[in-house]
Structures are given as structure tokens and as C-alpha cells.
């Protein structure tokens, strides 16, 4: 039982290439979430699936796109990066009780980003 | 708007005392509340939780006060250890539905020996 899985771990892009951050859970979790957290900041949600085939924007979703490719992976698309999108990316998941009651979500180790 | 904020954004404490942080939160129609801590180079980690129907919630060694009057969360970490040296961040939960959460900007705690 991983958990939370994120890869890669580390990633140097040039401004205007793509890559994909990868996230897999392996709890039977339904929800799934990506943040973003910059230096001195807590985190942003860029994005979230609050079950499997349904995505929704967060706070700053602009630059990204994501895929809940089942209900394990849900990843996160950089289409054209920038240097704005330096940041270390976090993805969590939650299970959602019968009763919608929201519980403790399980964080990722992260994945930090760095745009040259 | 939407928003959690903590107080103080470093605490300073001696190895063996008491710690508190603090956090505002204010979206009055947040239902749940985390406290989580990072360790450098780490994801959150999970400390503690409350509801809103709550007012205090104990775990090991480690406290969490919800005043709904004053928007208010405190984290209390008793006999501070070094190892609770991290950055301690509060989070809300602003719709049940879809368990988004808001976080704050964090504090760091740092434990002297």
C-alpha cells in the first residue's frame, strides 16, 4: 500500500515545452486534487476530480489540464510551460464517505518543477 | 473572500515547552478543519481534525481549539520535541461536496534544544 504516488520527483523544462506530472492512489480513493505551492505559500488548488469522470477548475487552473485517466491516476498537463509555473506540485486524495462527510486527505511526496 | 491566514509566520520555542499556533479562517460556512505538517522536501502530513460541531479535539500530545464566534483555530503541540520542527499549515474545508480545501500560509515552528 503506496499511497500517494507522484513522478516524477524532479523536472527542469525549457519555457514552451510540455510534460505531464503523473499521480496514482491505490486506496479506492474518489476524489483526487492537485495544488500547487510556491516559496513561503501555502497551497493552491489548481485542480480537482471529486470522482472519477468529472474534473473541475480551482483556484489557479489557467496553464493546465488534467485527466482522471481512471480512479487511480489523475494527472496534470503543462501545455506550454512558464517560468511562473516553477512550483513544487502536490496531489492528494480523499475518500468520500456515504455521508459526504470530508476526512483527512493523503498528500503526495510532491514533484518539484523548475521553468528556465 | 475565501481565506485562512495564521498570525505569525515563525515560532521560536525551547525543547519541552508548550507550542501554540494560530490560524483565522474566514468562511463561516466552513464544516471541517485540518492542521497539517511539512518537513522539508515533504508533502503534508496529517495531524489533526475538527469539525465544526466541536470545539476541541485532543490527539498525542497535540490540541486543536475551533472558535466559530471569532473564526478562530489554534494548534497546540505539547512538550515541543525537536522533531516537531516543520512548517504547520491549517486548512479549511469550503464545500462538502467536493472537499476542497483552503490553505494558509503556513508557520514555521522551530524547536531549540
Known amino acids: 500500500n503506496a499511497g500517494v504516488t507522484q513522478t516524477p520527483k524532479f523536472q527542469v523544462l525549457k519555457t514552451g515545452q510540455s510534460m505531464t506530472l503523473q499521480c496514482a492512489q491505490d486506496?479506492?480513493?474518489?476524489?483526487m486534487y492537485w495544488y500547487r505551492q510556491d516559496p513561503g505559500m501555502g497551497l493552491r488548488l489548481i485542480y480537482y476530480?471529486?470522482?472519477?469522470?468529472?474534473?473541475d477548475k480551482g483556484e489557479v487552473p489557467n496553464g493546465y489540464n488534467v485527466s482522471r485517466l481512471n480512479k487511480r491516476e489523475f494527472s496534470l498537463r503543462l501545455e506550454s510551460a512558464a517560468p511562473s509555473q516553477t512550483s513544487v506540485y502536490f496531489c492528494?486524495?480523499?475518500?468520500?464517505?456515504?455521508?459526504?462527510?470530508?476526512?483527512?486527505?493523503?498528500f503526495g511526496s510532491g514533484t518539484r518543477l523548475t521553468v528556465v | 473572500g475565501e481565506s485562512v491566514g495564521l498570525h505569525l509566520p515563525t515560532l521560536s520555542v525551547q525543547e519541552g515547552d508548550n507550542s501554540i499556533i494560530n490560524c483565522a479562517y474566514s468562511?463561516?460556512?466552513?464544516?471541517?478543519f485540518i492542521w497539517y505538517k511539512q518537513e522539508s522536501g515533504k508533502g503534508p502530513q496529517f495531524i489533526i481534525d475538527?469539525?465544526?460541531?466541536?470545539d476541541k479535539r485532543q490527539g498525542q500530545r497535540v490540541t486543536v481549539l475551533l472558535n466559530k464566534t471569532v473564526k478562530h483555530l489554534s494548534l497546540q503541540i505539547a512538550a515541543t520535541q525537536p522533531g516537531d520542527s516543520a512548517v504547520y499549515f491549517c486548512a479549511e474545508n469550503v464545500s462538502r461536496n467536493t472537499g476542497k480545501l483552503i490553505f494558509g500560509q503556513g508557520t514555521t515552528l522551530q524547536v531549540k534544544p
Open positions: 492528494a486524495s480523499r475518500v468520500q464517505k456515504w455521508n459526504r462527510e470530508v476526512d483527512g486527505y493523503t
Open positions: 476530480s471529486a470522482s472519477e469522470g468529472t474534473t
Open positions: 475538527i469539525r465544526s460541531n466541536m
Open positions: 486506496m479506492n480513493h474518489n476524489s
Open positions: 468562511n463561516s460556512a466552513s464544516d471541517y
